[in-house]
T-cell receptor
Framework: GENVEQHPSTLSVQEGDSAVIKCTYSDSASNYFPWYKQELGKRPQLIID?????GEKKDQRIAVTLNKTAKHFSLHITETQPEDSAVYFCAASTLGNFNKFYFGSGTKLNVKP | GAVVSQHPSWVICKSGTSVKIECRSL??????MFWYRQFPKQSLMLMAT?????????EQGVEKDKFLINHASLTLSTLTVTSAHPEDSSFYIC??????????????FGPGTRLLVL
């Protein structure tokens, strides 16, 4: 099955700095990669996603890049704010196979004011 | 739109009893729902895929007789933890695909159910 690895497990940045979280996946059939943000005690919320037919997607301060050859994708958050503090999960999925998600281990991001 | 609810939000039960958790898609139809288990400060582990009108498919290592899943309608899936033991204590989260809207790749998550087995 799919194996998703995520790094780092914790990340602390100063407000205004950028944060980068990286994930690798093992199954070359995976073609959909969402990122979820989970605040303490709350449900995971989708923040951005990317399909395998594009290499980069951006939404305001958040961007995701995908390297299919190397089987890795990354989340980039620019101009971080304290409200960005949360746990971020990457996931890999093969659309058409019930779209099952396999999640990375999560990154706890702490943005210091 | 795309709201998923779960009930109960938390439950405490005695060892040996069974507990049922409901997952509902409130404003969309979901032929497929997913059940995850999340340990403290850990990732979401996919337990099973719940398909409306058919049997659930379980991930390797998940006991189907232990975690019974029923997806009887397009908006409701239930997870029953049978003969619960303390090691079953965890945070259980469901998600649902909005299969009526586009390719339906997005999963919308419920708020989770915290189970404590004494």
């Amino acid at each position: 099955g799919e194996n998703v690895e995520q790094h780092p497990s914790t990340l602390s940045v100063q407000e205004g700095d950028s944060a980068v979280i990286k994930c690798t996946y093992s199954d070359s059939a995976s073609n959909y990669f969402p990122w979820y943000k989970q605040e303490l005690g709350k449900r995971p919320q989708l923040i951005i996603d990317i399909r395998s037919n594009v290499g980069e997607k951006k939404d305001q301060r958040i961007a995701v890049t995908l390297n299919k050859t190397a089987k890795h994708f990354s989340l980039h958050i620019t101009e971080t704010q304290p409200e960005d503090s949360a746990v971020y999960f990457c996931a890999a999925s093969t659309l058409g196979n019930f779209n099952k998600f396999y999640f990375g281990s999560g990154t706890k991001l702490n943005v210091k004011p | 739109g795309a709201v998923v609810s779960q009930h109960p939000s938390w439950v405490i039960c005695k060892s040996g009893t069974s507990v049922k958790i409901e997952c509902r898609s409130l404003d969309f139809q979901a032929t497929t729902m997913f059940w995850y288990r999340q340990f403290p400060k850990q990732s979401l582990m996919l337990m099973a895929t719940s398909n409306e009108g058919s049997k659930a498919t379980y991930e390797q290592g998940v006991e189907k007789d232990k975690f019974l899943i029923n997806h009887a309608s397009l908006t409701l899936s239930t997870l029953t933890v049978t003969s619960a033991h303390p090691e079953d204590s965890s945070f259980y989260i469901c998600s649902a695909r909005d299969t009526g809207d586009g390719p339906g790749e997005t999963q919308y998550f419920g708020p989770g159910t915290r189970l404590l087995v004494l």
